[in-house]
């Protein structure tokens, strides 16, 4: 790169490129420090939820995606719940992500976090303005009123990168959280949980009994709420597994071999190929901003594996902030906007750490504890169904929305929050729902990069206003007219402004005293 960076992104993984991509599309000169020049094997971060896929899909990166998927394709994507292990007479796989599809324009998918860095580092290359600069570690950080000093180090040689933002990227361990002093907290469950990798064609074999999946989670009382749980990385052999493990358990002992054979519930020939732990807790910063430093991702909050929720919400704080972060550059974004980053994905994630994730444990402990198999089958089975139900019936209630962000014009008293209901309607502060325009396109084929204004049945003056307020401002402007009717009609407002990352900033239906306002409010520059 021989302009000066825009922005420094410290790690490339997943997050950090997802960020440096939504940058760089943008025209945001930026520069990603990695300290790893090999991607791992791990196959860990396998989930993509529907909405990952829709900043795939605008990154022009979906289709490859799904084309680097390890297990077959049409292969569903889903979890079995088993009581007391592999071979248990309680068993159920109830409907998930499915079931809250209609409200987004794209499908889920599944695959090893490492092709998932494949595709996207790929596609980084073809961008122009972005460097990914591997092998580099950063070591420090300054920052000022006028910029950003990042200094690096890679075998010996030390260099001193200036930007006028930065980015942490860089997981649970994130330099730039450490150095801009932001603080963070959460539950610890004091539990250490192993992930082993492994390959076992007679386990495949064992789990013909049960329809398709991709995960199959075991529930025992012995857990106490916790879980043992199998994930496919393919379809024949290679697996993952989670599991609590006592404090002190070695990786090449034979007690792993033996956690496996109980959670399966019998012995089964495998081979293994990567074991590892972590620790069972959830910490969340308090805010994702200092200054000109950011954090996203696992720098900014940490939690089990549980339901996909960590990689997903990454990707999410990118594509909040990269289009915050082009704005504020290109001059049409103000400091609010910026601000609004945190104020909009802390709370978030401080929801799915204690309530989604802390209350699925707490939910299946007090289940087990006061249900068993041995005391009323009958009532067992209907407890147990329920509980299996559980993720399905926390997704959705899963609607990541910004009613109380600054940036938007949500409702009086309005809070932030992943709690929420699926819904067509456009609500300001939420995810604008996928609809077919009377041309037979969704919606979400036809918006901009910018803003974009949904003008359905509305006097031309109306639109006029806000180009006009628009070119005024420098803010990227598209405009859909279209008729209220059909799918369109489900969004039950007339006038819809929606932000660079498809979330609602106004509604209404007739044209705003001031549109100009509007817009300020909406870019943070009021």
């Not at 034979?254 to 012995?267: K, M, S, T, Y």
């Not at 704005?327 to 994630?349: C, H, I, K, N, T």
Request: aromatic share 8%; with cysteine.
């Amino acid at each position: 790169m021989t302009q000066r960076p825009q922005v420094i992104i410290v790690g490339g993984g997943p997050v950090g490129v997802g960020l440096a991509l939504d940058l760089g599309l943008r025209g945001v000169r930026c520069v990603v420090v990695e300290r790893r020049t090999e991607l791992s094997a791990v196959p860990k971060g396998q989930g993509l939820s529907q909405r990952t896929m829709e900043h795939a899909a605008r990154w022009g990166v979906a289709d490859e995606l799904r084309a680097a998927r390890s297990m077959p394709e049409g292969h569903p994507i889903g979890q079995v719940t088993v009581y007391d292990n592999l071979l248990g007479d309680f068993w159920s796989a109830p409907p998930a992500r499915e079931l809250v599809q209609d409200y987004y324009a794209q499908a889920n998918e599944r695959l090893p976090q490492y092709r998932t860095e494949e595709v996207l580092r790929r596609r980084l290359a073809e961008v122009p303005g972005v460097e990914l600069r591997l092998g580099w570690r950063a070591t420090g950080l300054e920052q000022d009123d006028t910029g950003v000093r990042v200094t690096v180090v890679k075998d010996g040689q030390q260099e001193v990168l200036e930007a006028d933002y930065v980015v942490g990227c860089d997981g649970g361990h994130s330099l730039v959280r450490e150095q801009a002093d932001i603080e963070r907290s959460g539950t610890d469950w004091n539990e250490l949980v192993a992930l082993v990798v492994f390959r076992s064609p007679e386990l495949h074999e064992a789990l013909n009994r049960f329809p398709a999946r991709s995960t199959y989670r075991v529930m025992h009382p012995d857990l106490k709420g916790y879980w043992m749980f199998f994930g496919r990385v393919d379809v024949g052999a290679e697996f993952f597994f989670h599991a609590p493990v006592p404090p002190g358990t070695s990786a090449d002992g034979p007690e792993i071999v033996e956690l496996l054979h109980r959670a399966a519930g019998f012995p089964f020939a495998l081979e293994i190929d990567h074991v590892g732990f972590w620790d069972l807790r959830v910490q969340v910063a308090h805010r994702y901003r200092a200054g000109r430093a950011f954090i996203a991702g696992d720098a900014a909050h940490t939690h089990p594996p549980y339901g996909g929720f960590g990689l997903n919400n990454g990707l999410e704080d990118a594509a909040n902030l990269g289009w915050k972060l082009a704005a504020a550059l290109q001059g049409w974004g103000g400091d609010a906007l910026l601000e609004s980053y945190s104020l909009e994905r802390q709370p978030v994630f401080r929801d799915v750490g204690e309530d989604i994730i802390g209350g699925w444990i707490r939910d299946d402990r007090a289940m087990l504890e006061k249900y068993g198999p041995e005391d009323d089958r009958e009532e067992f089975a209907r407890a147990f169904e329920e509980a299996a139900r559980g993720f399905g019936r926390r997704l959705r209630g899963f609607e990541p929305h910004y009613e109380g962000s600054p940036v938007v014009f949500g409702p009086p008293g309005g809070m932030t929050s992943a709690h929420g209901e699926h819904t067509f309607e456009a609500r300001p502060g939420h995810h604008l729902p996928p609809r077919r325009m009377s041309s037979g396109r969704v919606v979400f084929e036809e918006l901009g990069s910018g803003f974009t204004l949904l003008a359905l049945d509305v006097d031309d003056a109306v639109v006029t206003g806000f180009e006009e307020a628009a070119r005024s401002l420098g803010v990227p402007l598209t405009v859909l007219r279209d008729a209220a009717a059909g799918e369109l009609a489900d969004y039950g407002a007339k006038l819809v402004l929606v932000r660079p990352d498809q979330f609602v900033a106004w509604t209404g239906d007739e044209s705003p005293a001031d549109p100009e306002q509007v817009l300020r409010t909406a870019t943070g520059t009021r």
